[in-house]
């Protein structure tokens, strides 16, 4: 079946750095998804990319789609201690549900 | 405007036991998912749920029932818990396959 693989599996920081987590698809993805989960918290939504070399920015962070749709980047330029948490990308598989990745869980020291 | 609402937020359990995980939303989607998460493995699909009446299994299904009688409750059922059951447990929901998720803030499981 559809796998989502997503490295690194944690990364510690220092404040002011920058941090890119990689996500890959064994299949080509209709769409991509990611979202942030705060130590205790719940997966909230972040963004989704749909078209092949698609690349959006919110604020410091920059999503990308590669150009085959199974890889995509999540880049956080300077990192703040509000950054912290665990970053999952999704993949949706054709005619069921999201399929998330292990996630990448950021930390920051200032 | 409360989105996605589970109940509990706790739950210790023992081994045979059964509990339902209660999920309901009020935005109207149609849309729901249950997925479990344990430490370092991410979320993986239980269930999920393409509008009322209809329900389908996910990546991890054994050891589980839903059912979706209306379009705003999805209930999780847990029959014979089991330790390998202990977990975080999320539902979620979307208007469409292709749009965003809107989580609850999950029901943590302890099975002893």
């Known amino acids: 079946g559809q796998q989502v693989m997503q490295i690194p599996q944690y990364q510690h920081v220092q404040e002011g750095e920058d941090f890119t987590t990689y996500c890959n698809s064994s299949?080509?993805?209709?769409?991509i998804q990611w979202y942030k989960q705060r130590p205790g918290g719940h997966p909230v939504f972040l963004i989704q990319?749909?078209?092949?070399?698609e690349v959006k920015k919110q604020k410091r962070l920059t999503f990308q789609f590669g150009e085959a749709k199974k890889n995509s980047s999540l880049h956080i330029t300077a990192t703040q201690t509000t950054d912290v948490g665990t970053y999952f990308c999704?993949?949706?598989?054709?005619?069921?549900?999201?399929?998330f990745g292990k996630g990448t869980t950021l930390s920051v020291s200032s | 405007n409360a989105g996605v609402t589970q109940t509990p937020k706790f739950r210790i359990l023992k081994i045979g036991q059964s509990m339902t995980l209660q999920c309901t939303q009020d935005?109207?989607?149609?849309?729901m998912y249950w997925y479990r998460q344990d430490p370092g493995m991410g979320l993986k699909l239980i269930y999920y749920?393409?509008?009322?009446?209809?329900?389908d299994k996910g990546e991890v299904p054994n050891g589980y029932n839903v059912s979706r009688s209306t379009t705003e409750d999805f209930p999780l059922r847990l029959e014979l818990a089991a330790p390998s059951q202990t977990s975080v447990y999320f539902c979620?929901?979307?208007?469409?396959?292709?749009?965003?998720?809107?989580f609850g803030s999950g029901t943590r499981l302890t099975v002893v």
């Open positions: 979620a929901s979307s208007h469409r396959d292709r749009e965003s998720y809107t």
């Open positions: 299949t080509t993805l209709s769409n």
């Open positions: 990319l749909v078209k092949s070399g």
């Open positions: 999704a993949g949706l598989r054709e005619g069921t549900a999201l399929i």
């Open positions: 935005m109207n989607h149609n849309y």
């Open positions: 749920s393409v509008g009322a009446g209809i329900t």
